[in-house]
């Protein structure tokens, strides 16, 4: 079927027949939604007609992995793909490892909610919900122009609401979102240079993982490294107070 037809333009439905087979959640009217979003741009016949030249169906394969199995945002896919063209030398193969890296609940990735079902799974209300949105602790929660949850947005939830039980604000938890995303920007433009293209996808993957996990004990030991030393300074401080009293 890829073959006959590669070198001729797509209908929408021969598009949509090619692609259901690797992402069955894809549908005319899904092509037509992501078209307004400018995701995709195809040719147009003199009747109004859409069709897709060969380069348009492997952006849009593109554009369904990293909705499908990565959950991104449309405005993050419209950047990356853009960027993709713009630099057909940057690493998506190492991209696509460090994603499979950081997929913890396997299988479940493609289970949405309403923010209704999400706030009864979580245990928390619908004001609750948007206050986290408002502080940015729930990213990336948009679907094709529809407020969706996942399971990893629940387990959020009901991290917050048991922080918030112990007396810990939404306010004080702001700076982690800061910290998080500064963190995953430069964790980001850090692990990609370091995984060549040439390199098996379980190559990358191995080595993804392995990175991951020494960053994550340099920062927990620097963390305790660094608590002790706080409060040891403190202790020292009420300490020599005390002597001087």
Not at 1 to 19: D, Q, Y
Not at 59 to 70: G, K
Not at 150 to 161: C, Q, Y
Not at 173 to 198: E, M, T, W
């Amino acid at each position: 079927m890829e073959m006959e037809r590669k070198g001729r333009l797509w209908t929408i439905g021969e598009v949509v027949a090619h692609l259901r087979a690797r992402f069955p959640e894809v549908t005319p009217s899904k092509l037509r939604y992501w078209e307004k979003a400018g995701l995709i741009r195809p040719r147009r016949t003199h009747g109004g007609h859409r069709l897709y030249c060969p380069e348009d169906v492997e952006r849009l394969a593109l554009i369904l992995n990293l909705r499908a199995r990565h959950r991104l945002p449309l405005s993050a896919v419209r950047a990356l793909v853009d960027r993709l063209e713009e630099e057909p030398a940057l690493n998506l193969g190492a991209l696509e490892a460090l994603f499979a890296v950081l997929q913890e609940v396997e299988g479940q990735e493609e289970t949405t909610f309403s923010v209704e079902e999400a706030a009864q799974r979580a245990g928390i209300s619908v004001e609750q919900i948007r206050r986290l949105e408002a502080l940015g602790l729930l990213p990336d929660g948009e679907r094709d122009g529809e407020r969706r949850y996942t399971w990893e947005d629940v387990a959020l939830m009901r991290v917050v609401r048991d922080l918030e039980a112990m007396g810990v604000t939404c306010a004080n938890l702001s700076f982690y979102v800061r910290l998080a995303r500064s963190q995953a920007r430069h964790d980001v433009s850090l692990y990609l240079p370091l995984v060549a293209d040439s390199l098996e996808d379980a190559e990358r993957i191995g080595r993804f993982r392995e990175l991951h996990r020494l960053i994550q004990a340099l920062i927990g030991l620097l963390y305790r490294k660094y608590v002790r030393r706080i409060l040891r300074r403190r202790w020292l401080g009420r300490a020599a107070r005390r002597v001087a009293s």
